[in-house]
């Protein structure tokens, strides 16, 4: 009898102990930040000398945007703070991060965890300490960093970093990075950044890797992608992107804004492109130009005027322009852009377009390009199981010629699982314009790409994958608009490829071949043998082209 009452007398202090907690925790943080705290533990001892009470064995402290938890919990409630030991995992709505013990100011949403462990996407983060800078929005920063994209306790290639700054824009950014292969250094950037939107899944994580995609094929030379998004600080950001395949294209881009203010940047734009048409034997295109601008962004109105200048031209000329756009809340957008050079107008776009009805439409006018509308009406129509109908009609103007244009087509799109191993698609796209001007011209042009594909696995560790395409591309008749033409070409495409799963789930080897028969010209484009080795953290092979007889490679990381 006498331990039934000890008994309830103790599980009577450990009930007011509870509600006395509750209720400085609530008087206090009402009045600090009118939200609403709960503090949990196994077993609670609480110092009112010292303001301080303790929370031992699944402890854990709930806040509207964050959750933490620990082995144990010391909250002071005069300084409004948490000290944190043991198994430290913090959990917001976007983001799960864990650690070995925690300073926290929840008063300010301020806070420090050390041994900080976290994934971004793809990215497995770990750093010496993580500095808790805002809670809602997220911001955080981790210094003595290393990241890696590898699931493997040893990966096989990893990057260290002076800090990591996670920031309130949805912003990953990166200072001195350093990407080793075991542990050799490999080269130096000194800021690196990515876009982060954590709802939005691992998909949102853009140029994520700082190393360029590098390939080899033969006749075709060698391919090279490299995307480096950069931030200095809150101000200076920007990204540069390069593309080279052989000697047939190249694309550079750069931009770097300086932040005026929260809606207003200053840009400065660099962009070449080149393609070079090998069985013409000429080049197909090629553009140079630089610019500066003033760009201001709000939620519905965007508005850049600035200058640019054509560098491939030799008559020094500058161009100013204006581009500016409004989004209605009813679905309508309007856009509107102008170019002038000293003396004139040069150029002019105009544009009217709505997007929340079961007709989508388009309508506009343009002026001083290779392709313009006088103007041109485009209405996309209600799609239905795979099927999408559009038509369009207006004057336009392209190489000299000046008519009018009705265009009507579809775009249809189906894929059928057949079994659990045989799958079948089908897409179609086509147009038939009509010109009139002093005469009537039609011109037709389909696009039909259909086959089947095979997957099964043979063991538990073997899958064959083969597929089978066939592709076709034809034009009835003559357009008067060079533009509007379409090449033809009817190929068949076929491949297989038997892989061998590895340890990990995304770990494989196989063996690849894959060929490209030309039904015009009767021979083949194309034949490839590769040997690929597949990892969660890159893509590489090597293989030979029969037809070219030449070695191909890859890289993807």
């Known amino acids: 009898m006498l331990k039934k009452i000890t008994d309830l007398y ?7 102990f509870v509600s006395f907690i509750l209720i400085i925790l609530s008087t206090a943080y009402s009045a600090a930040a009118d939200s609403e705290y709960i503090v949990k533990g196994d077993e609670i001892s609480f110092s009112e000398a010292r303001n301080i009470i303790k929370f031992t064995g699944n402890a854990s402290f ?3 945007e964050l959750i933490i938890e620990a082995d144990q919990f010391i909250v002071n409630t005069e300084a409004e703070t948490i000290k944190g030991q043991g198994n430290i995992l913090l959990s917001s709505p976007t983001n799960k991060i864990f650690g070995d013990s925690l300073e926290y100011d929840y008063k300010n949403e301020r806070g420090t965890l050390y041994g900080a462990k976290t994934e971004i996407g793809e990215l497995k983060i770990s750093g010496k300490s993580l500095s808790i800078l805002s809670v809602s929005p997220v911001e955080a920063a981790v210094t003595q960093a290393e990241f890696t994209p590898c699931d493997r306790e040893d990966p096989h290639y990893h990057f260290k970093v002076k800090e990591i700054k996670i920031d309130a824009d949805k912003k990953v ?8 292969i075991g542990s050799i250094p490999i080269f130096y950037l000194p800021y690196y950044s990515v876009n982060y939107d954590a709802k939005n899944g691992d998909d949102s994580l853009l140029n994520t890797i700082p190393v360029p995609v590098i390939g080899y094929a033969g006749s075709a030379g060698a391919t090279v992608e490299f ?12 990204k540069f992107y390069y593309w080279k395949s052989g000697d047939e294209e190249k694309n550079i881009d750069y931009e770097h804004s300086y932040k005026l203010s929260d809606q207003l940047d200053f840009k400065v734009k660099y962009n070449y492109l080149y393609q070079y048409d090998k069985e013409a034997g000429q080049i197909d295109d090629e553009e140079e130009k630089a610019s500066l601008a003033f760009d201001y962004r709000s939620e519905r109105l965007d508005f ?13 000329e500058n161009i100013y322009f204006i581009d500016t756009g409004y989004r209605f809340k009813s679905g309508i957008n309007v856009r509107l852009s102008q170019e002038y050079n000293q003396e004139e107008k040069t150029a002019e776009k105009y544009f009217l377009s709505g997007n929340s009805w079961p007709i989508n439409w388009n309508l506009k006018y343009v002026d001083g390009e290779s392709y313009n509308y006088y103007p041109y009406l ?3 129509y209600l799609a239905w199981d795979g099927f999408s109908p559009y038509t369009a009609f207006g004057r336009v103007e392209n190489a000299g010629v000046e008519l009018n244009k009705y265009r009507f087509g579809y775009n249809l799109s189906w894929d059928l699982k057949i079994n659990s191993v045989f799958s079948y698609y089908i897409k179609h796209n086509y147009r038939i314009d009509y010109y009139k001007s002093s005469y009537d011209l039609d011109y037709h042009y389909s696009r039909l ?9 043979l063991t538990e560790k073997m899958i064959i994958n083969s597929k089978l395409y066939y592709l076709d591309k034809s034009t009835g008749n003559y357009s008067p ?7 033809e070409e009817q190929l068949i495409r076929a491949a297989l490829s038997l892989e061998l799963k590895g340890d990990l789930p995304q770990s494989a080897w196989s063996l690849d071949s894959d060929g490209e028969y030309n039904l015009r010209t009767e021979e083949w484009d194309e034949i490839t043998l590769r040997i690929r080795k597949k990892e969660d953290c890159f893509n590489a092979f090597v293989g030979y082209e029969f037809i070219d007889q030449s070695i191909v490679f890859g890289l993807e990381l």
């Open 378 to 380: 485009s209405l996309s």
């Open 481 to 487: 608009l060079p533009d509007d033409r379409e090449d």
């Open 10 to 16: 103790q599980n009577l202090i450990k009930i007011l």
């Open 227 to 238: 995307s480096y998004p950069y931030r200095i600080n809150d101000k200076n950001r920007g």
């Open 304 to 316: 850049e005027t600035g200058i640019y200048r054509d560098l491939l031209e030799n008559d020094n």
């Open 62 to 64: 709930n806040s509207a």
């Open 449 to 457: 790409n259909t086959g089947f594909s095979f997957k099964n696995e």
């Open 173 to 180: 950014s990166i200072y001195t990075i350093i990407p080793y």
